[in-house]
Nanobody, 116 residues
Framework: QVQVVESGGGLVQPGGSLRLSCVAS????????MAWYRQDPGKPRELVASISREGSTNYAGSAKGRFTISRDNVKNTVYLQMNNLEPEDTAVYYC??????????WGQGTQVTVSS
């Protein structure tokens, strides 16, 4: 069973930066795609950014130009560097990992609050 653990959330002022980290460990099949999602209360969970094992990335429109996703395949770790944060970025951020048989694994989430 794969375990996914996020870290790095917190409170930041508008215009500030945060870096989220996520480690996926365990399981028999290799991790392929890793991604960050976010969710506001009462709203559906939405994709923020994803990255394949080969390094191909995909960003939601709101993240383009401000967020950067990267990964370390040896450590099965994915990072989300978030710059120029806005109050609208406030949400619980979840890490997702997919393995070679298309199973999904989720972390517990980390709160990001952008407020002055």
């Amino acid at each position: 069973q794969v375990q996914v653990v996020e870290s790095g959330g917190g409170l930041v002022q508008p215009g500030g930066s945060l870096r989220l980290s996520c480690v996926a460990s365990g399981g028999f099949f290799s991790i392929t795609v890793m991604a960050w999602y976010r969710q506001d209360p009462g709203k559906p969970r939405e994709l923020v950014a994803s990255i394949s094992r080969e390094g191909s990335t995909n960003y939601a429109g709101s993240a383009k130009g401000r967020f950067t996703i990267s990964r370390d395949n040896v450590k099965n770790t994915v990072y989300l560097q978030m710059n120029n944060l806005e109050p609208e970025d406030t949400a619980v951020y979840y890490c997702n990992a997919k393995n070679g048989v298309r199973q999904d694994f989720w972390g517990q989430g980390t709160q990001v609050t952008v407020s002055s």
